[in-house]
């Protein structure tokens, strides 16, 4: 069996006037994040360390902010279609590990929910994926509350 790992990061700015998408979910926040697509930084991070693992290159080559077809897109379509590709190339995700850091809002409450939906999505078992939150004791971008960051690490195998 081949085994390979992939690490994923992603980042995005706070932003008013936006939904506050994280792991699939929305979540009640004055704040959304910025970026083209919903911004959702978990599942970019994750579809970065998929892609990354498969040597797919990376979400940005994929699915460009360019195009407008991504503009506002649910990320949940992000990963699946990057679970196709990785099913393409001849691989299925073994397990992930993810940690958003954020000081606001409080994220513990909503990590069963996101497993779940990221489950779904995968076509993958829940207890696949591991999902922490932290925060960075106030310092940094995060630490001033001006937008949330994740990381991601995967294992995938060759079917």
Same mark, same amino acid.
């Given at each position: 069996?081949?085994?390979?790992?992939?690490?994923?990061?992603?980042?995005?700015?706070?932003?008013?006037?936006?939904?506050?998408?994280?792991?699939?979910?929305?979540?009640?926040?004055?704040?959304?994040?910025?970026?083209?697509?919903?911004? $959702?930084?978990? %599942?970019? =991070?994750?579809?970065?360390? @998929?892609?990354?693992?498969a040597? *797919?290159?990376?979400?940005?080559?994929?699915?460009?902010?360019?195009?407008?077809?991504?503009?506002?897109?649910?990320?949940?379509?992000?990963?699946?279609?990057?679970?196709?590709?990785?099913?393409?190339?001849?691989?299925?995700?073994?397990?992930? $590990?993810?940690? %958003?850091? =954020?000081?606001?809002?409080? @994220?513990n409450?909503?990590?069963? *929910?996101?497993?779940?939906?990221?489950?779904?999505?995968m076509?993958?078992?829940?207890?696949?994926?591991?999902?922490?939150?932290?925060?960075?004791?106030?310092?940094?971008?995060?630490?001033?509350?001006?937008?949330?960051?994740?990381?991601?690490?995967?294992l995938?195998t060759?079917?």
């Open positions: 069996m081949k085994i390979r790992t992939g690490f994923g990061y992603d980042v995005h700015a706070f932003a008013a006037d936006r939904e506050l998408w994280l792991g699939g979910i929305r979540i009640d926040h004055p704040f959304g994040l910025a970026g083209h697509s919903d911004a $959702d930084v978990l %599942i970019h =991070a994750i579809c970065d360390a @998929l892609l990354g693992a040597n *797919l290159r990376d979400i940005g080559y994929h699915f460009p902010d360019t195009a407008d077809e991504y503009e506002g897109m649910d990320s949940k379509i992000l990963l699946a279609r990057t679970m196709t590709l990785l099913r393409e190339a001849g691989y299925e995700p073994g397990n992930i $590990d993810a940690t %958003i850091v =954020a000081e606001q809002p409080r @994220l409450p909503h990590i069963p *929910l996101m497993r779940q939906t990221l489950a779904a999505t076509q993958i078992a829940p207890d696949e994926i591991s999902i922490k939150a932290t925060t960075t004791e106030k310092l940094g971008f995060t630490g001033r509350r001006e937008g949330i960051a994740a990381c991601a690490a995967v995938i060759r079917r």
